[in-house]
Structure formats: structure tokens, C-alpha cells
């Protein structure tokens, strides 16, 4: 370092105090056993998070919320700004890529009942930002305004409106009014650029900060056998910094070889495309709707798993306060076992959507 | 006291309910022609289903408007009284629908739009003709609309709706037996099928495509003669037309006596005209009738020359633009383009009724420019598409350093404890 970057960095420590922020991160530290793979996909959750805000930032210098203007505006980024093409794939693809990590990372952390006593917080704030960002996957789907996606939002929010009770009205507050128009892409692109990203990044401060202050939870299986313990800084910073280089190379390959399509321009007059589905974070979901039957004893089939997959969601966000033997470190299969069944369920579902396209017709 | 009210309050009820049924049994007139139809067996019942979907019942007309005969009576004797004329004769069906249907003042009461000379149209047709000369072979107003579950040309479902046509048509003029009497082909509708009006009709479902009766009429239906040819063609392709009467070919064909368009084009086998129509090679339609070394064979070669030239730089362009497209580049405004160039080129193309040589060039200048637009796009999408790749590579080789580096420090450390 030379005098001139010496001087800079004890004027900003002197402001900022960042030995003292270096010294923590040094002594803190972080433990590695057989398990500690997983952690991994915490840190490459948060840096891909960085890269939506980024990217998302840039797109913004561009993108017009019009259904006038919207789709042109996008076919403008993708095909006369410089770079367009490459941040708008980076951000289309990080999003489902995110995702994709979140369910790692939620699934990973239910196994190692890393949720436990004292970090149900830390699992339920975790929980929160996944729906977060199936959010931001929902809205920022819209925004494009095409054919596919136009039509999911309807599908999608036809789903909302078969809620018992608040079903309507919820499709209405979500659309901003009977159907899929202005209004919904105004509040959709208000939903995606200011309130997901102000609760995320309010929900992802919580988060990191009682991962912080809390530590890593070490498996109860390994609980009571020594282990290694590496420092925060830079030991644990270094092995995360490679993992996102090595996700950074494959969006990289990803956005060069299949930048994401524009499609064609959503016209509401046409009739709904064949085979229209969500995202494929939404599509276990979607396809259970489409397997039930019309009617199931008193109930109508919608509604019934609307309401399951409610009943389902919260008993999952509640997991830490009822596994009560993983609160007492003790092994606790029932909850392995409801885990596993509840990933197959979710992977063989998704799967079945795309291999088997008429599934439920 | 309380009897005498309850009394007069059940009077009330029974003549309030007498006066909400009274019209609804006035308006329910019996029919004992359905109702005993309706209990026979297949070809005596169908008559009965079938007019439960026919549009003069949806106008409250009924048998006895047909067949006569009573409808209110049970007895079978008494319903088909003097009046009943039971099942008319083929050749009668014309003048019985017309009874109605060419009754101006009659059929306003229902469809004051609906014309009202079918039967004079009918036998002017070819159809009509022989009818009158005693032929009860050909087609009559069932044949083609039905019977007992007539339907207006409206409903898809209908003989008459515009896709149902070619099939109404075919079901007597592609039966081989049925026809021979007559000696004309019975190919018609395997041609048509190929056609690009059937194209358009079955594939894009264009109401609007010709069919049968587009061309030879429906009531009034004949083979158009050489001399209309080209005014039934002009009902849908008026520039055409135009073009071919002040271009040098009017005036030959109608010296050489040559249906215009169909000399050419064909009649119902017409396929999407190409390039390969013009010029001196095979396949080429002026080698019909200008020989070798003639002023037209001459032309014929230049005016190929040409469209072939501006074809394969347009088919170039498009290869480019799709190699482009799988590559990932954003190439839809020059796709966009390139749909304006294939317009001046089908303007072009138009323009050979005319045969002017010079308009057709200014024609094609005009997408010329465009056109070299779109080849500039295409390049520049091609070297964009190499500079993403080139730049992946570097970017992938930085990264898999920085990996490297860290991989090697990480391991290090390990080293280290």
C-alpha cells in the first residue's frame, strides 16, 4: 500500500473504525466438518441478491412500465443498448438461478436442523425471503409484457381469485381491477423496484445480522465430536469468493449461449396460448392444482389445495417450535422424513409439468 | 266468517294461476307430426330430430307448412287430411322453398336482409337447367342447405357455412358414378384441397377464401366462361386485374381466346404463385406460348433474372438473420425489415401482370435499400455474436484464475492450520 491509500484508509478508519470490524471478523469464527459444504449457499444467496440489485438498478435507466412501451423498451435494452443483452440475461437468469439456491439452502438448513433453538428466527426470517422473491420472480415476470408471461399472470392470479372469502378481492388489489392491464403492471414494477426490495433488504439485514451474531449451527449428529473451526475472515470469505466465482462463470455461459428471450408482445385480445404455465419455482403448485379433482368430497379442488399448501407453508415456517427433539438436540426422523417426502413431492411435480406437458387435462 | 275468506282467497289463487297459464297453453300448439315421428324407427324419426335444430322452426314454422296435413289432431287419418301433401318430389323442392322464399313480402316478416331470388338465379344455373329438362339428378335446395335441420349459412356446423362448402359441393362432383352421366372431372375438390384458397380457408381459417360458390356462383351456379374468368378472379385481386387489362397480354389473350388468369394460374388447383412461373427454364408458364428466340422468351429470362437475384439476396439475409437469431442476438428489427422487403417483392411480383419492365425495377430499388439495412444488421449481429463469445472467454479466463489464486490460498491456509 502506498502513502498516498495508507493515508486514505487511516482517514476512513479513523471515521468508520474498520479494524475493529476486521478484528471481529477474524476472531469469529466458523465451524468445518463434513457438513460445512452447505453453508455455502447462504454466502451465494446474498451475492446473487447483489447482483439482482445491481442489475436491476441498470435496467431501470431503460425500462418503460407502459403496456405501450413496456415490451418495446425491453427489445430495446436486448438489442441497441450496449451491454443490454448482457445485464438483462444476468438478471432473468440470476433471478431463477437465486431461487434455485434459496430452495438449496431452505432444504439443506431444514436437514441439518440448523433451524433449532436458538436460531428459529434465523429459519423463519429465512422462510420469509424465499416468498419474497417468488415474489420478485411473479411481479418481475410481467414486467417484460409478453405473451407467456401476460397469460401466466392471468393464470396466476385466476388462482388468487379462487380463494375462499378474500379470493376476489385479493385478485382485485393484486390486478388493480378485474383483469391483467395497466394498472397491474404499474403496481407490479411498484411491487418489484420498491416495497419486495425494501422488505427484502430489510428481512435479509435481520437475517445476516443473527447469522452473525448467533454463528453457524453445527449438526446434531456431529454436535459432540470435535471439530475444526476456521476464522470468519478471511479463511471462510475465501472459500465463499470461490463458490461465487464459480456461479458468476456459469451465469456467465448461460447469458452468452441463451440470453433470455424477449417473446412476442402480449396482445389480451388473443386467445390463451396452449400449455401456458408459471415459472417453474411455481409449477409444483400449478400442476397439483391441475392433478385434483374439480370436487373433493364437500370441497371445491382448488380451493382445498390452495388451503393445504397454506396449512403446508406454515407448518414448514413453524418447523423450529415443533420439532421439539431437534430443540433438545436430539435426532429427529419424523422431521427428516416429512423433509424428504416434501422435496420429491416438489421435484417430482416440477418435473412431471415439463415431461408430461397435459398432465390433469 | 273465516271460511267464506279463506274461500275467496283460494278463488284468487286459482284464477291468478289460470291467468299466468292461459297464454302459455294458447302458445303451446300441438304437433302430432313430431310426436308420432318420434316414436318411429331411424329414417322416419329423423325428420323430427332434425327440425328441433332447423331455422324455420326457430321462426315457428312447422310440418304442415311443408307437408300440410293437421298437426292438432292424434289420429293419424284425421292429421293427414286432404291437405297433406306428404314428402314432395325432387324436382318439386325448388318451386315449394321458393314458395316462401321468393315471396318478398313474406320473408320480411322474418330476415328483411335475406334476398328473395334464388329460384330465378336457380334456373339460370347449370343445375336449374337440366332440372327443367327433366333431370332429377342434380341438386336441388336440399342437397346443398339440408333438410329438417336446416341451418343458416352462418353456423359452422351448417352445409353452407364457407368451410362446409367444398365438402356440399364434393359430395355429388367428386363422386365418379354419380357424374359420369354428365362426362366432366371429378378431381375438383383433391385440386382445390391443394390450392392456397383451401390453404387459407381450412389452415388459416380465412372466412373470407374463396370456395365454390366464390367463384361459380351459389343458387346461380355455372362454370364461369373464358371471358368472365378474369372479372371473378378481380372480385378479390381488383390490382391484379387492373394491372393484366393495360399490360400487352389483354390484348393477346383475348385474341388467342385464353382465359386470363387460369391460362396461367390454373383454375382449382391454384397454388401460391412463384418465381419459378416466370422465365425460360421448366416449370416456367410464359414457355407456353413464347418460343425461343422470341421478343416474350426474352423478357421472360430478364424478368427471372431479376426476381431470382432479389430472392437470394432476401433468402440470404433471413439465413444470416436466423443463424444470428440461435446465436442469441436481439435481430427482431431487422426481421421486422426484412418483412418490408418480402412486401415490395410480392408488390413486385404483382406487378408482372402488368409486365412493365421499368415499374418492376423501381419496385425492387425500392427494397434494395432496405434490404442492405438488413444485410448491414445481419453482419453486426453475426460479429456481435462473436464478441459475446470472445468476451465470455476472457471473462471466463480472469474468473477461473481469480479461482485458481483462491484455490491455492484457501489451500495454504489449510496447510497453515
Not at chain 1, 474498520?18 to 463434513?34: D, M, N, Q, R, T
Not at chain 1, 426422523?333 to 420429491?344: E, Q
Not at chain 2, 291467468?19 to 331411424?42: I, W
Amino acid at each position: 500500500m502506498n502513502r498516498f491509500a495508507r493515508n486514505i484508509y487511516a482517514y476512513l478508519d479513523e471515521r468508520f473504525k474498520f479494524e475493529g470490524l476486521i478484528a471481529y471478523s477474524k476472531h469469529k469464527k466458523v465451524p468445518e466438518h463434513e457438513y460445512s459444504f452447505w453453508y455455502y449457499f447462504g454466502g451465494i444467496s446474498l451475492f446473487l441478491a447483489g447482483i439482482q440489485i445491481a442489475t436491476g438498478i441498470m435496467l431501470l435507466l431503460y425500462y418503460t412500465p407502459s403496456i405501450d412501451a413496456a415490451h418495446e423498451s425491453v427489445q430495446f435494452i436486448m438489442s441497441s443498448v450496449k451491454f443490454g443483452w448482457l445485464i438483462r440475461s444476468v438478471h432473468s437468469w440470476t433471478a431463477n438461478i437465486l431461487i434455485g439456491i434459496l430452495f438449496v439452502h431452505m432444504f439443506s438448513t431444514f436437514f441439518l436442523k440448523a433451524y433449532r433453538k436458538p436460531r428459529e428466527l434465523t429459519w423463519i426470517t429465512g422462510f420469509f425471503l424465499l416468498v419474497l422473491f417468488m415474489a420478485f420472480g411473479f411481479s418481475g415476470y410481467l414486467l417484460p409484457w409478453n405473451e407467456l408471461s401476460y397469460f401466466a399472470t392471468r393464470v396466476g392470479t385466476d388462482i388468487a381469485g379462487s380463494l375462499p372469502l378474500i379470493g376476489p378481492w385479493l385478485k382485485t388489489v393484486i390486478l388493480g381491477g378485474p383483469s391483467v392491464s395497466q394498472a397491474t403492471l404499474s403496481r407490479f414494477f411498484w411491487f418489484h423496484v420498491a416495497l419486495l426490495p425494501l422488505a427484502a433488504f430489510f428481512l435479509m439485514a435481520i437475517h445476516v445480522l443473527l447469522v452473525q451474531t448467533l454463528g453457524m449451527s453445527v449438526p446434531i449428529k456431529i454436535k459432540d465430536k470435535t471439530h475444526k473451526e476456521i476464522s470468519f475472515f478471511p479463511d471462510f470469505i475465501y472459500k465463499d469468493a470461490l463458490g461465487w466465482t464459480l456461479i458468476l462463470v456459469l451465469i456467465g455461459v448461460v447469458c452468452v449461449f441463451l440470453p433470455w428471450e424477449v417473446g412476442k408482445k402480449a396482445d389480451p385480445f388473443t386467445a390463451t396460448p396452449l400449455g401456458i404455465k408459471p415459472e417453474w419455482y411455481f409449477t409444483f403448485m400449478f400442476t397439483t392444482l391441475k392433478l385434483v379433482p374439480g370436487h373433493v368430497l364437500f370441497f371445491e379442488g382448488e380451493q382445498l389445495v390452495i388451503l393445504a399448501i397454506m396449512v403446508g407453508a406454515v407448518i414448514w415456517l413453524l418447523a423450529p417450535y415443533l420439532d421439539r427433539k431437534a430443540a433438545r438436540d436430539k435426532p429427529s426422523p419424523f422431521f427428516t422424513w416429512l423433509g424428504i417426502a416434501i422435496l420429491l413431492y416438489i421435484i417430482v411435480l416440477t418435473v412431471l409439468t415439463y415431461a408430461v406437458p397435459r398432465i390433469g387435462q | 266468517m273465516k271460511e267464506t275468506a279463506m274461500t275467496k282467497r283460494l278463488i284468487f289463487l286459482a284464477a291468478l294461476t289460470g291467468l299466468v297459464l292461459l297464454p302459455a297453453a294458447v302458445f303451446a300448439q300441438k304437433n302430432s307430426c313430431l310426436e308420432c315421428h318420434r316414436g318411429l324407427d331411424a329414417e322416419l324419426k329423423a325428420p323430427a330430430v332434425g327440425f328441433a335444430g332447423d331455422v324455420h322452426q326457430e321462426f315457428g314454422l312447422s310440418c304442415k307448412d311443408c307437408h300440410g296435413g293437421n298437426p292438432a289432431q292424434d289420429d293419424v287419418d284425421k292429421a293427414k287430411d286432404k291437405t297433406f301433401k306428404g314428402a314432395p318430389k325432387r324436382a318439386a323442392i325448388p318451386e315449394l322453398c321458393a314458395s316462401c322464399h321468393a315471396d318478398a313480402a313474406y320473408m320480411r316478416r322474418f330476415n328483411p336482409s335475406l334476398r328473395v331470388d334464388q329460384l330465378s338465379q336457380y334456373a339460370t344455373s347449370r343445375h336449374g337447367q337440366l332440372l327443367k329438362k327433366g333431370d332429377a339428378k342434380v341438386a336441388v335446395c336440399t342437397d346443398c342447405h339440408g333438410v329438417h335441420g336446416i341451418q343458416t349459412a352462418k353456423y359452422p356446423k351448417s352445409q353452407t357455412f364457407p368451410w362446409n362448402i367444398p365438402q356440399t359441393c364434393a359430395r355429388c362432383h367428386s363422386d365418379a358414378a354419380y357424374m359420369k352421366p354428365y362426362g366432366i372431372p371429378t378431381d375438383q375438390m383433391a385440386k382445390y384441397k391443394e390450392s392456397v384458397h383451401a390453404a387459407a380457408l381450412f389452415d388459416k381459417k380465412d372466412m373470407s377464401a374463396p370456395t365454390c360458390n366464390s367463384c361459380h356462383g351459389n343458387h346461380g351456379a355455372v362454370p364461369p366462361d373464358v371471358k368472365s374468368i378474369g372479372s371473378v378472379c378481380r372480385q378479390c385481386h381488383p390490382s391484379t386485374g387492373d394491372l393484366f387489362a393495360k399490360g400487352p397480354h389483354k390484348k393477346a389473350f383475348d385474341d388467342m381466346g385464353l382465359s386470363e388468369c387460369e391460362a396461367c394460374h390454373g383454375n382449382h388447383k391454384i397454388v401460391p404463385p412463384t418465381t419459378a412461373m416466370l422465365g425460360t427454364a421448366d416449370g416456367s408458364v410464359c414457355l407456353q406460348c413464347h418460343d425461343k428466340g422470341s421478343k416474350g422468351y426474352a423478357a421472360a429470362g430478364e424478368l427471372r433474372t431479376l426476381f431470382d437475384g432479389f430472392e437470394s439476396r432476401v433468402a440470404a439475409n433471413a439465413a444470416v438473420l436466423d443463424v444470428a437469431e440461435k446465436k442469441g442476438v436481439e435481430v427482431s428489427d431487422p426481421v421486422y425489415k426484412l418483412k418490408d422487403v418480402n412486401t415490395v417483392l410480392v408488390s413486385a411480383k404483382n406487378l408482372v401482370h402488368g409486365l412493365s419492365l421499368p415499374d418492376i425495377k423501381k419496385k425492387l430499388a425500392e427494397g434494395d435499400s432496405t434490404l442492405t439495412d438488413v444485410e448491414k444488421a445481419g453482419q453486426n449481429a453475426l460479429d456481435e455474436a462473436k464478441f459475446r463469445r470472445k468476451g465470455l472467454i476472457i471473462a471466463t479466463f480472469f474468473l477461473a484464475l481469480f479461482g485458481v489464486a483462491l484455490f491455492f490460498k484457501i489451500r495454504s491456509m489449510h496447510k497453515a492450520g
